[in-house]
């Protein structure tokens, strides 16, 4: 059994920064791709960021450049610093892990909110 647990999120006004933390814990062999998702209520659960165990990033157009995903291996824990954060980052996000082989986790989600 696998758990994520995030931390980091909050209020925070336009142009602000916010830190996302996600550790895992629990029993598995490895965790693979780690990442970051978000969602609005009536909206699917969109991609914000990914990392693979070697390091390689991925990030949606519409954060690129603003946010920076990163994890730490030896603490099973994947981040995501926010940057010049806007009304429309506004979303619980989610952190996500592949691990093992194939089997897909996923944390109980952080509210962000970018409100003045």
């Known amino acids: 059994q696998v758990q994520l647990v995030e931390s980091g999120g909050g209020l925070v006004q336009p142009g602000g920064s916010l830190r996302l933390s996600c550790a895992a814990s629990?029993?598995?062999?490895?965790?693979?791709?780690m990442g970051w998702y978000r969602q609005v209520p009536g909206k699917e659960r969109d991609l914000v960021a990914t990392?693979?165990?070697?390091?390689?990033?991925n990030y949606a157009d519409s954060v690129k450049g603003r946010f920076t995903i990163s994890r730490d291996n030896a603490k099973l824990t994947v981040y995501l610093q926010m940057n010049s954060l806007k009304p429309e980052d506004t979303a619980v996000y989610y952190c996500?892990?592949?691990?093992?082989?194939?089997?897909?986790?996923w944390g109980q989600g952080t509210q962000v909110t970018v409100s003045s």
């Open positions: 996500n892990a592949d691990v093992n082989w194939g089997q897909n986790v």
């Open positions: 990392i693979t165990s070697h390091g390689i990033t």
């Open positions: 629990g029993s598995f062999f490895r965790i693979n791709t």
